[in-house]
């Protein structure tokens, strides 16, 4: 079985620039997650969808959103980039909407602002 | 605030002994956590988990105390193996999972 992918698995980008990262669920898995991670750091949620819907958000800006589409798969989209943005960018999925859930991890997206 | 703390940074054990990797916590109303492996350029992976209704969870090598007084588990390997070797992120939450910052373990043949 397929696991958690995301694309693309690397990202350089400007400041001010826009972003998208994809991510694709494991089959069967309704439930979508996103994290940041930052260099000696652990990774921090961003958002979680769940049937299409936002369940969650971390304490990020604006600047991040996201969204689930019909066939479980997210996309998340940071506007106007700063060079604190640059992280691996990890999506998670899990069965059910419930935090305690299992959540399988895709590789990342590593993203570099300069 | 940090709300998980892994206060060991890196650990370096021998093959086949004990590795023991701490966690804190601060909010008393955490009450599942969980313990993920994370190899370079993979993403973490879930490895045990224990409900507060326990103190002690096994699978295999792996065992995970919880001391809720001290607001305190640990993740102990027995017996270590080269292949541990990796970052371990304690983890719990409320309403959304919580991360410490992670420990690198070495384990040296």
């Known amino acids: 079985d397929a696991g958690v992918t995301q694309s693309p698995t690397h990202l350089i980008k400007t400041r001010g620039q826009h972003v998208t990262l994809r991510c694709s669920p494991i089959?069967?898995?309704?439930?979508v997650s996103w994290y940041q991670q930052v260099l000696g750091q652990g990774p921090q949620f961003i958002f979680q969808y769940y049937e299409k819907e936002e369940r969650g958000r971390g304490n990020f800006p604006d600047r991040f959103s996201a969204r689930q589409f019909p066939n479980y798969s997210s996309e998340l989209n940071v506007n106007a980039l700063l060079l604190g943005d640059s992280a691996l960018y990890l999506c998670a999925s899990s069965w059910t909407g419930k935090w305690q859930d299992t959540q399988y991890f895709g590789p990342g997206t590593r993203l570099t602002v300069l | 605030d940090q709300q998980v703390k892994q206060n060991s940074p890196s650990l370096s054990v021998q093959e086949g002994r004990i590795s023991i990797l701490n966690c804190d916590y601060t909010?008393?109303?955490?009450?599942?956590f969980l313990w993920y492996k994370k190899y370079p350029a993979e993403g973490p992976t879930f490895l045990i988990s224990i409900s507060s209704i326990k103190d002690k969870n096994e699978d295999g090598r792996f065992t995970v105390f919880l001391n809720k007084s001290a607001k305190h588990l640990s993740l102990h390997i027995v017996p270590s193996q080269p292949g541990d070797s990796a970052v371990y992120f304690c983890?719990?939450?409320?309403?959304?999972?919580?991360f410490g910052k992670g420990t690198k373990l070495t384990v040296n043949p």
């Open positions: 983890a719990s939450g409320s309403e959304k999972l919580v």
């Open positions: 909010n008393s109303m955490f009450d599942y």
């Open positions: 089959s069967g898995h309704k439930s």
